[in-house]
């Protein structure tokens, strides 16, 4: 292999990265992408600077690091708002809603019927009928007060 | 190959494979959680995450979307001691990947486990013909249960449906015997009760129509007795008018009335298609006679009153009271 990138020159190092950017495609976000863009950029960089094959290995495993970062602010940046922010956050949808207690709460704990099914939620006491509202989520528990 | 060769060999995959081992990317839908040296620390959300290799090493990968469970068919005995198979379907959703991950052991296991035994209370408590009407109500109990069971899992219960209940053949079939008879039984009062009616409006009909012929014979028998009434009035109006006039004027006229009726009868008796023969009594002829006479002794005994009357009523003076014989 190391004979192999020798003899071939940098040429290796472009095919190398659009190898693995096209293995990206078939297997997709397992970091493959990075990896082919740091091989890519080695290869550029040894048309201009030719150091010996080891160095452009460590140069390649310098990228591939310098990718992470890169690569989360990229992820972070919205590339517009979420169209469904409570996917798979259906507690949180429910915050600011208003309900009818279906049972009242007692010692600060009660039932709500929301969307034909029912949540525990917890309170301040009171009677079955009162209009509550949801104050706050975490996870499958819900806190109330009296709307 | 020299040590720096393989050094820089080493070094890239070393590097590559932390990279491998440090990014983590969660798919929408699942929550991935961490766990360092074997302790839960974090969870990871859908997205790109970044965990330190070597310390940290993903724990579970726990499914956060609604999921169904079959919950498989069991035999309950109901209250009245029958034995129906029931089978359903649980739905549930992961909250809190870190307690569904290490609170319960085998978390769809629990869930199916924990239905059955409920549903076996509920129904339980329940006789066929309520747990064959009532599935909403046993819906919501057990819903209501294994909810607040399941709670220290970090999951919620969404919905439990029964799936369907199946009481043995025979039963059935004596269920579907019963729905006949009571079919029949509703039908036949239905006629009777449609006869009956029927009956008692033909009555009713008759009753009326007896009554309203019973009405006009009485008003008929009043308008006859009426006319008889009226008629009678006539006579006697009519008699008096005659023998007023008789009052007034010569007894001849009398004799002249009934010599005309008698004659009159006797034409009658001439033109009657069926007696030729009259028979008349021998004192019909002596009565003819004497009739005569009798009209003789009025004209003479009427007659002067009569003559009296005219000159008084000629005079303008009261007639005298016992009139001068002849």
Redesign the interface.
């Known amino acids: 292999m190391a004979e192999m990138f020798v003899t071939l020159g940098t040429w290796n190092w472009l095919i190398f990265g659009v190898l693995l950017m096209a293995l990206e495609l078939l297997a997709p976000g397992i970091f493959l992408f990075w990896l082919g863009l740091a091989a890519f950029l080695v290869g550029m960089l040894s048309f201009i600077i030719t150091p010996g094959w080891q160095l452009q290995m460590l140069l390649f495993a310098v990228f591939a690091a310098a990718a992470v970062p890169i690569w989360r602010r990229v992820a972070q940046q919205k590339p517009g708002a979420n169209p469904n922010p409570f996917l798979n956050k259906r507690t949180d949808a429910l915050i600011g809603r208003v309900f009818t207690l279906d049972r009242p709460i007692v010692d600060g704990a009660g039932i709500v019927r929301v969307d034909d099914t029912i949540w525990r939620v917890s309170g301040p006491d009171v009677p079955a009928g009162t209009k509550v509202k949801i104050v706050q989520a975490d996870g499958a528990s819900l806190t109330v007060d009296v709307a | ?1 020299s040590g ?2 393989i ?3 080493a ?2 995959l ?3 494979f ?3 081992a ?2 983590k ?1 969660v ?3 699942f929550d991935w959680t961490i766990e360092r040296f074997g302790k839960f620390t974090r969870t990871l959300s ?3 995450n ?1 965990i330190i290799p070597y310390f940290d090493r993903v724990g579970r990968k726990v499914n ?2 609604e999921q169904v469970i079959e919950i498989p068919e069991q035999e309950v005995i109901t209250k009245d001691n029958a034995t129906v198979g029931v089978d359903g379907v649980a739905f549930f ?1 992961v ?2 990947a870190a ?1 569904a991950s290490y609170e319960v052991a085998n978390l769809q296991q629990a869930i199916v486990v924990l239905t059955m035994t409920n549903i076996r209370s509920v129904m339980g408590s329940m006789d066929l013909d309520k747990m064959l009407s009532h599935r909403d109500e046993i819906n ?1 109990r057990l ?2 249960v294994v ?2 069971a399941v ?1 220290p899992w ?3 219960v ?2 439990i449906e029964i799936k369907d209940i199946a009481p043995p053949a025979d039963l059935v079939e004596a269920m579907g015997r019963q729905m006949k008879a009571e079919r029949v039984k509703r039908a036949d009062i239905l006629q009777a009760e449609g006869q009956r009616q029927s009956e008692i409006l033909r009555a009713e009909g008759a009753k009326q129509s007896q009554i309203l012929q019973a009405e006009g014979r009485r008003e008929a028998a009043f308008r006859d007795a009426e006319a008889r009434e009226r008629a009678a009035e006539a006579e006697a109006k009519a008699t008096e008018m005659v023998s007023e006039a008789i009052g007034r004027g010569d007894v001849a006229a009398l004799n002249y009335f009934i010599a005309d009726k008698y004659i009159k009868a006797f034409g009658q008796l001439a033109e009657s298609p069926n007696q030729k023969v009259i028979m008349l009594p021998l004192e019909a002829s002596s009565m003819l006679s004497s009739l005569a006479g009798i009209g003789e002794i009025a004209k003479a005994t009427f007659g002067e009153q009569a003559a009296a009357n005219q000159a008084a009523r000629r005079a303008g003076s009261v007639p005298p009271t016992t009139p001068p014989r002849s």
């Open positions: 190959m720096f060769d050094f820089a060999i070094i890239a070393l590097i590559i932390t990279l491998f440090g990014v990317t798919p929408q839908g859908p997205g790109l970044l956060m979307m959703q909250f809190d307690k919501e819903l209501r909810d607040a709670a970090g999951i919620k969404n919905r």
